[in-house]
């Protein structure tokens, strides 16, 4: 039957929260999400067998923009990566064999840089990265291999805008835009004029002045046309110049504070021009194209030129930048209707905030424990989302959050089921536990999948009630033309309620395997998750001792280069080494240095790095014990 509203697109931005180890569940729930697109598209054409084109709706989904922060911005990139070739390949079935290679979502999460020259975990605790200076308290090697895998696909000669054409899924916006976050180091200043107006000439006059730390990389895919990168970089992950800008971005968003190395923005990555806009986007609020306030009304005076800094990861100011992805959506397609918006955002969050906590507050009795208050408290109030907190109130499109989610029986029965605390196994040892273990991100990958799956079948959709009277019709645009038959296939109804939902992206594997909306809700690929074999831990307990010293090492041998190359202040140095060559301490001191930067070994730092490794691993060990995914004695 043909559809009158066969053209009607709904539009879609997807946010994909910081996750560190935890990216597997969030390429699982893209893998599912892309699975269940492909599947959709390839039936309106009437290429699947078992799908009667009579139940499959014919309007439409596009993404049109992505962004992410940390491992969300590393998974931002591979899922765009994997859109750009458009080979859909979904894994719809645990592999006998975790390293086997199916698509680049699993790939990248899953496999991580697992080889035959060792497992991941173990090639974080590798010290051939503390040669020059000392990077990172883990070795980040680790973290280039995997972006090195995904972006070696470099074809200089490829027609891109064609190959596009060819290869790229519909439902994926031919101007995707993609943004993702990151935390520098070097603020750019942002200033106040509070000059009287009898001083306005005077330059040198104060000015109040903050510092922005927050930045984004903004890609933009611009149908494959080469772009110019004042306001925006090109998405051409084929050309190397542009695959370069995009991998450096996509590894410097995941550079966790003092964990992962840090990295270096230059004017080869972001141009001053480039900087300036973005920041009059991030302090508007405003990321769409349209925004005029961008250029006209914001004076970066005291920008500085030639602007270069260090990043860090994005998540450590912004951990889930959907606001930006939201402006760049409602610029692009501002409301027609005055019932319904064709937007939605949908955020993907490994670690979603439980919101109110029962936990007792207590006050910090001494500076040891008001110390890592003041840190704390540092830390959340540079993620403060000021405005996300009052524009909920306003917000009139779809928004809603994909989260791990799994549940038990403890009879066999739905009706005592029972939630899992901790559902998802990367969120141990302070989420890099995905590292510990390859079946740990295989579980998750999985849960990714079926937690899309069910959100699909079940809390993605819009009421449907269709009425004569126009003051109670409440049909979404996209459903107007959905036949009984489709309605039927597809309904949704909550427990509880008559009230009728239908799917934004109906999943069509309802039809394959002949059951109802939300039927296998409580249905996991994996249904119990793995256990870790402390052995192998232990096995790595001289590398991670190892590791400690040389990590020591290098932090004394910077330190002394820093006090080397210090030669600012001639007078007072010259002081202070002519008082502590008086002091017994002072000269004890000063042998005690020697013998570090010499390298000789000393029960100090032996003892430093035996109480290091023992502390990391029972900290590890503990954390798995209370997740109950630790082997014991009898298993």
């Not at 923009?65 to 590393?74: F, I, K, L, V």
């Not at 439902?171 to 935390?183: A, C, F, M, R």
């Not at 939605?344 to 424990?369: A, H, Q, V």
């Not at 830390?379 to 989260?403: G, H």
């Amino acid at each position: 039957m043909p559809q009158e509203n066969d053209n009607y697109t709904f539009h879609l931005g997807l946010t994909m929260a910081g996750a560190v180890s935890a990216g597997c569940y969030t390429a699982g729930v893209m893998d599912y999400l892309f699975e269940a697109l492909d599947l959709w598209e390839r039936a309106k054409k009437g290429e699947v067998d078992g799908i009667n084109s009579e139940f499959v709706p014919k309007n439409n989904v596009v993404i049109e923009t992505m962004g992410g922060t940390s491992a969300g911005g590393m998974a931002t990139v591979m899922t765009s990566l994997y859109a750009i070739r458009g080979k859909i390949n979904p894994v719809k079935k645990v592999p006998k064999n975790p390293m086997e290679s199916h698509n680049l979502l699993y790939d990248s999460w899953v496999h991580l840089d697992d080889n035959e020259n060792g497992k991941s975990f173990s090639k974080l605790w590798d010290t051939d990265d503390l040669t020059e200076k000392l990077g990172s308290l883990f070795n980040s090697k680790v973290i280039d291999a995997i972006a090195d895998k995904s972006f070696q696909e470099i074809n200089e000669t490829l027609d891109f805008p064609e190959h596009l054409k060819d290869n790229l899924p519909s439902y994926i916006s031919p101007d995707l835009e993609v943004l993702i976050s990151h935390t520098l180091l070097r603020g750019i200043p942002l200033s106040v004029d509070f000059k009287a107006e009898i001083a306005r000439r005077r330059v040198d006059s104060p000015n109040h002045r903050t510092f922005e730390h927050y930045l984004v990389s903004l890609f933009k895919l611009n149908k494959g046309k080469e772009i110019d990168e004042d306001e925006y970089m090109w998405l051409n992950p084929y050309k190397k110049k542009y695959a370069d800008k995009i991998k450096l971005s996509t590894i410097a968003t995941g550079a966790f504070p003092v964990g992962l190395a840090y990295r270096e923005f230059n004017q080869n990555q972001f141009s001053d021009k480039y900087i300036k806009s973005t920041i009059k986007k991030i302090v508007t609020g405003d990321f769409s194209s349209n925004n005029q306030d961008i250029k006209d009304r914001i004076d970066l005076k005291n920008f500085p030129l030639e602007y270069t800094s260090m990043s860090v990861d994005g998540g450590a100011i912004n951990n889930e930048p959907y606001r930006e992805v939201a402006s760049i959506l409602d610029g692009k397609f501002p409301k027609k209707d005055s019932k319904h918006r064709d937007i939605g955002l949908i955020m993907i969050d490994p670690f979603p905030d439980s919101g109110y906590t029962k936990k007792e507050y207590k006050n910090p009795k001494s500076l040891l424990s008001v110390a890592p208050r003041i840190i704390q408290a540092l830390w959340n109030q540079s993620k403060v989302k000021r405005k996300e907190m009052f524009e909920q109130y306003d917000t009139d499109y779809f928004q809603t959050l994909i989260y791990p989610s799994k549940f038990y029986s403890h009879d066999g029965y739905k009706k005592s089921i029972i939630p899992d605390k901790n559902p998802i196994t990367s969120a141990s040892f302070n989420a890099f536990g995905g590292f510990l273990d390859v079946d740990f991100r295989v579980h998750d990958f999985f849960l990714g999948r079926n937690n899309a799956r069910n959100f699909l079948q079940y809390f993605g959709s819009f009421p449907y009630e269709p009425s004569d009277d126009p003051m109670k019709h409440n049909v979404h645009p996209m459903h107007a033309d959905w036949t009984p038959e489709m309605v039927e296939k597809f309904r949704i109804t909550s427990k509880g309620s008559n009230k009728i939902y239908l799917p934004i992206i109906p999943d069509l594997n309802l039809l394959l395997e002949g059951v109802a909306s939300g039927e296998k809700k409580y249905v996991y690929d994996v249904p119990d998750k793995p256990k870790y074999d402390p052995r192998n831990l232990f096995a790595l307990r001289g590398k991670i001792e190892n590791r400690f010293k040389h990590v020591i090492n290098r932090a004394f041998n910077d330190i002394v280069e820093m006090e080397r190359n210090d030669k600012d202040h001639p007078i007072s140095d010259s002081l202070l080494e002519e008082e502590f060559k008086k002091s017994f301490i002072g000269k004890i001191g000063s042998k005690i240095s020697g013998w570090v930067i010499s390298g000789v070994s000393n029960p100090v730092k032996n003892g430093i790095s035996k109480f290091l490794t023992k502390f990391v691993i029972k900290m590890i060990l503990h954390d798995l014990e209370d997740r109950k995914i630790l082997k014991g004695d009898d298993e």
